[in-house]
Nanobody
Framework: EVQLAESGGGSVQAGGSLRLSCEVS??????MGWFRQAPGKERELVSS???????TYVDSVKGRFTISRDNAKNTLYLQMNSLKTDDTAVYYC???????????????WGQGTQVTVSS
């Protein structure tokens, strides 16, 4: 069974940076991504990276967030710069991202890490 373990969340002031890491228990040959869920909002796909290296970002983070994947270390990263208060959410690492009815979902989920951005 593949397990995902996130780290790197925390509290930061607006304009600051954080880097999230997601350690995967073993190599998995499928796309991975970062979702987030803010209080009272639906979970959204922030960024994804396919096995072939195709990357997507939600419009609200383009130019500020960078996703990367180190297959040698079985680790997924999300570098978050110029953070805004709207980025406050629980961030979830995910594996085997797919779409159902146009909605992004994933087969495997981490437990989530809190990111809080204050003004």
């Amino acid at each position: 069974e593949v397990q995902l373990a996130e780290s790197g969340g925390g509290s930061v002031q607006a304009g600051g940076s954080l880097r999230l890491s997601c350690e995967v228990s073993r190599y998995i040959n499928c796309g991975m991504g970062w979702f987030r869920q803010a209080p009272g909002k639906e979970r959204e796909l922030v960024s994804s990276i396919s096995v072939d290296g195709i990357i997507t970002y939600v419009d609200s983070v383009k130019g500020r967030f960078t996703i990367s994947r180190d297959n040698a270390k079985n680790t997924l990263y999300l570098q978050m710069n110029s953070l805004k208060t709207d980025d406050t959410a629980v961030y979830y690492c995910s594996a085997c991202v797919y779409y159902s009815g146009g909605r992004p979902l994933a087969t495997i989920w981490g437990q989530g890490t809190q990111v809080t951005v204050s003004s």
